[in-house]
């Protein structure tokens, strides 16, 4: 009896400060359940009570937990949130990204596969290097197949689980053979390099389980509890994964907001979540629909927007909060014009509210849109930081050592020794590494025992020789101290003795100053990662920095206005947010316009982007925009005439004196720059425009419904007038009228 009251005690605890839906979805913790949680409603506070409710009132041990993220930073988040509610140690519940808790998982048991538990993990710019290396040795050309587009390829073929044999089987085009080619050979260096590329963190758990039922059965045993975030966003080999691990125990948590799902340019599979109740007959759906982020104005306007989208679990939103302010429409001359209006109203915001900066963030569809933005915050002193630009872990000097680290770790990796090889300089250039490629080869064995034998290399000077044996010896001596020196120690001396700080300081330039400052940087990092983490090693360390995220190194603490892309603005909040460039052509993209399912898409972006504010939300389009040297007409986006207009104010503002010196605007011509506007009153008979051109360059791959996938190799001409030459892989050359061929950018 005193046992039933403690939990009693313990259950009342952990729901008293949640609502009655998210009660219950709390407590029903057997067999699977689908919790449908709208945009602010509160989802991690469901998932980290439901958490401290299976460990505090059904006595589940944390380490029978698997609790899936897709942030670094919302796993952080959610377990020390879970200490304050729970007594048990959160430490030992298996909570992370898919990312991470798979290579977990793999570190332990990817011997059964063929590979060394200390494999490397190859982010996109060591995929494209291997690509990149793999094209020269198969003499295809840079030139007409872009390694990028490759990459892009193979990881959209690994996250659908399309094996190379079965790409090769449905290629279609020349770009397709090329594609199945490399990416045959791609997979058969990762092995011979022990390295895993993200996708394979996810593909390769599958072949685990699938060769080795026995290893399954004891991950299946393991996990009583299975719990998903943000399951809208899961790709097709994480579906597989999860219906792996939950066939035994079938106590499945998904949490997720169809609303909300904007990867499928990445692989996610919106199906994942819409047919739920069909994979999971027994399953328990409840809907999280009291909004505690956004005024009922701003959910209001939002969910007239999204509500056309035919592929949706209906969810309708409401506050108890006041209506607050209408949504702002703003339409501008230009994209300046834009600019400049953004930052009067930041400024108005803090003369009305005394907001401060960090309040305000500015969303747009493409990153290209962020220049002129990032001009005018500038000329006005405001601070800004951009989320998404070259994050630290992708600065050169930072992977250079990290490139050190890397080899210490998996002398087996390849890439990370030609990266680093000449760094410091070392005098070995491109000739030697041929020759010592021509070695491997030729003795079948790794690039780094080959550099081990560098004496019996014909053709290599004996001066480099001693250089490129130095460099071996060094890395042959850090390999034997990782288990005597911590990762801290090991690196400052390594970075010492190799001179990569005295290489910059001799330099003396203010950027490579700044480079010296960023390897100083790391060295924190790496001494903060030793002190929080149990166990610190090199290579968990490695896996930690290999998959990071944008959000994980956004820091709101600064005062700064935050600029980023609509999709990096996921699961985030502001007090007043701006979306901007909502004209057709930009967004929706004119490329994802045709397609039903593409222009859902671009409508839950929107939606995405709308949620993120909580007072107050601008939305602002411009009549004209620039690309390159050309100035584009547009038109307002259809999703601006798909808002109730109750919910919504427009302002016109008058074009500046600056831009009437741009455009050439005489007084009397005001009147035209009025009557451009969204026509909210009769938004049924809309018209939906595309703009007059595609925005092309030269080298840009394309795809044409007749001749299909081609390279553009010249343009000219100006306006409608414009004409390009494209070099079709199955029909060779062609001229064609831009307004004419409904190109679309690949």
Not at 200 to 223: C, K, T, V
Not at 245 to 273: E, M, P
Not at 338 to 359: C, G, M, P, S, Y
């Amino acid at each position: 009896m005193g046992t039933q009251v403690t939990s009693s005690k313990k259950a009342a605890q952990i729901l008293k400060n949640l609502n009655p839906a998210q009660q219950q979805a709390v407590i029903w913790t057997e067999g699977p359940v689908l919790i449908l949680a709208g945009a602010g409603s509160g989802k991690t506070r469901v998932l980290m009570h439901k958490i401290a409710y299976l460990i505090e009132v059904n006595k589940i041990v944390p380490w029978k937990i698997l609790a899936m993220t897709f942030t670094n930073k919302a796993a952080s988040e959610m377990r020390e949130r879970i200490k304050t509610i729970s007594h048990q140690n959160s430490n030992t519940i298996w909570m992370g990204t898919f990312h991470s808790l798979f290579a977990r998982i793999l570190r332990k048991e990817c011997t059964a596969i063929g590979y060394q538990s200390n494999f490397s993990i190859y982010d996109a710019d060591d995929q494209v290097q291997l690509i990149k290396m793999i094209m020269n040795d198969l003499n295809i050309p840079t030139k007409n197949v872009i390694p990028k587009a490759v990459q892009s390829q193979i990881s959209r073929s690994k996250n659908s689980l399309t094996s190379p044999e079965q790409y090769r089987q449905h290629a279609e085009n020349m770009f397709e053979d090329y594609v199945g080619q490399i990416y045959t050979e791609y997979q058969k260096r990762l092995r011979n390099l022990n390295a895993m590329d993200f996708d394979d963190l996810l593909g390769n758990p599958i072949e685990l389980f699938g060769s080795n039922p026995e290893i399954l059965a004891r991950y299946q045993e393991r996990f009583d509890y299975i719990l998903v975030d943000e399951y809208q966003d899961t790709n097709h080999a994480q579906y597989r994964i999860l219906k792996l691990l939950s066939q035994q125990h079938r106590n499945i948590t998904v949490v997720g907001d169809d609303d909300q799902s904007i990867y499928a340019w990445r692989g996610a599979d919106i199906n994942n979540i819409l047919d739920f109740e069909k994979d999971f007959p027994e399953c328990r759906t409840f809907r999280l629909e009291q909004n505690y982020r956004s005024t009922q104005n701003i959910l209001s306007a939002a969910h007239s927007v999204v509500k056309n989208n035919q592929g949706r679990l209906e969810k309708t939103l409401w506050t108890t909060q006041e209506s607050g302010e209408k949504v702002t429409l703003i339409h501008c001359w230009d994209a300046f014009g834009e600019a400049d209006k953004i930052v009067t109203k930041i400024q108005d915001e803090f003369r009305l509210h005394q907001r401060n900066f960090k309040d305000f963030a500015i969303l747009y569809r493409t990153n290209a849109q962020s220049r002129i933005i990032e001009d005018r915050l500038r000329n006005h002193g405001i601070p800004y930081i951009i989320v998404g630009g070259t994050r630290f872990y992708e600065r050169k000097e930072v992977k250079d050592v990290i490139a050190y680290l890397r080899i210490i770790d998996n002398p087996l990796d390849t890439i990370s020794l030609k990266r680093i090889i000449n760094f410091p300089q070392r005098g070995i250039g491109a000739a030697t590494i041929k020759k010592i490629d021509i070695f491997t080869l030729e003795k079948r064995i790794s690039f780094f025992e080959a550099l081990k034998k560098i004496s019996m290399i014909e053709g290599v000077t004996e001066s480099i020789k001693m250089r490129i044996a130095n460099f071996c010896q060094i890395i042959e001596k850090y390999q034997s101290l990782q288990d005597k020196l911590s990762i801290s120690e090991m690196t400052r001396t390594l970075v010492e003795e190799v001179g990569i700080l005295a290489n910059f300081k001799n330099e003396g330039t203010v950027e490579a100053m700044s480079r010296y400052e960023n390897v100083f940087e790391l060295l924190s990092a790496i001494t903060e990662f030793s002190k929080r983490t149990e166990k610190p090693t090199l290579a968990t360390f490695l896996e930690e920095v290999t998959l990071v995220t944008d959000i994980d190194n956004w820091d709101n603490r600064g005062n700064a206005v935050t600029l980023m892309t609509l999709h990096s603005a996921k699961g985030l909040e502001f007090p007043v947010v701006f979306i901007t460039g909502l004209e057709e052509g930009l967004f929706p993209l004119s490329r994802n316009a045709e397609k039903t399912s593409q222009l859902e898409e671009e409508r839950r972006l929107f939606y995405v982007g709308a949620t993120r504010a909580k007072q107050k939300l601008y939305l602002s389009s411009a009549n004209r925009r620039n690309y390159g040297t050309e100035t584009f007409l547009s038109n307002p986006s259809r999703f601006i005439n798909e808002i109730d207009q109750q919910f919504v104010e427009l302002e016109f503002p008058k074009p500046t004196e600056s831009e009437r010196r741009r455009e050439k605007i005489s007084h009397s011509e005001e009147g035209s720059y009025y009557d451009y506007h969204y026509h909210t009153e009769t938004s049924s008979q809309y018209e939906e425009t595309l703009p007059v051109l595609q925005i092309l360059d030269i080298g840009m791959r394309v795809f044409h419904e007749t001749f299909g996938n081609g390279t553009v190799q010249d343009i000219e001409g100006r306006g409608e007038n414009t004409k390009v030459t494209i070099n079709f892989e199955a029909v060779g050359r062609k001229k064609l009228m831009v307004k004419y061929a409904n190109l679309e950018i690949i």
